[in-house]
């Protein structure tokens, strides 16, 4: 299979910051994705070519990816008294598809779903060198800590 384009997103970002002792913590990003297919034609068994999907491309084809909740989870044994921020991300992809169907016409589609999902935690205040954090914990960094 070539390589599918890929784009970060985050679908869950909580920044905690306990100034003065007092801890505040700030939902700023709570969207989650959704998987979801689409033909050009409704001529599809749906269930069936997501099953299918599934099995063949070990690729996910249904469901929310809602990270709020397990990031709240994962980010409750962090216990650092600086600011930092929690984070959830993927990478989104589109695989387009093709069916052959009894008759010998062609339909066309695409599947828009993600792959790697990622929970981490990142300090504000800290200064990673090449190779010491995720390419998404640089990016919630960049975007978030400011």
């Given at each position: 299979?070539?390589k599918l384009?890929?784009?970060?997103t985050?679908t869950?970002i909580?920044?905690?910051?306990?100034?003065w002792g007092?801890e505040k913590s700030?939902v700023l990003?709570?969207?989650p994705f959704?998987a979801?297919?689409?033909?050009?034609?409704?001529r599809v068994?749906e269930t069936?070519?997501?099953?299918a999907?599934?099995?063949?491309?070990?690729?996910?084809t249904s469901?929310?990816s809602?990270?709020?909740?397990?990031?709240?989870r994962?980010l409750?044994?962090?216990?650092?008294?600086?600011?930092?921020?929690?984070y959830a991300?993927?990478?989104?992809?589109?695989?387009?598809?093709?069916?052959k169907?009894?008759?010998?016409?062609?339909?066309?589609?695409?599947?828009?779903?993600?792959v790697?999902?990622?929970?981490?935690?990142?300090?504000c205040?800290?200064?990673y060198?090449k190779?010491?954090?995720?390419?998404?914990?640089l990016?919630?960094?960049?975007?978030?800590c400011?």
């Amino acid at each position: 299979m070539k390589k599918l384009p890929r784009s970060l997103t985050f679908t869950a970002i909580r920044k905690v910051d306990p100034p003065w002792g007092d801890e505040k913590s700030v939902v700023l990003v709570d969207k989650p994705f959704t998987a979801k297919l689409e033909w050009e034609s409704d001529r599809v068994d749906e269930t069936a070519t997501l099953a299918a999907i599934e099995d063949e491309l070990e690729i996910i084809t249904s469901g929310t990816s809602d990270a709020l909740p397990e990031l709240d989870r994962f980010l409750s044994g962090v216990k650092e008294k600086k600011t930092y921020v929690g984070y959830a991300a993927m990478e989104e992809v589109t695989v387009p598809l093709s069916l052959k169907c009894l008759d010998g016409t062609r339909i066309q589609g695409k599947l828009f779903t993600w792959v790697d999902a990622e929970i981490g935690v990142v300090v504000c205040a800290t200064k990673y060198g090449k190779g010491e954090a995720p390419v998404a914990a640089l990016k919630a960094q960049a975007e978030f800590c400011n």
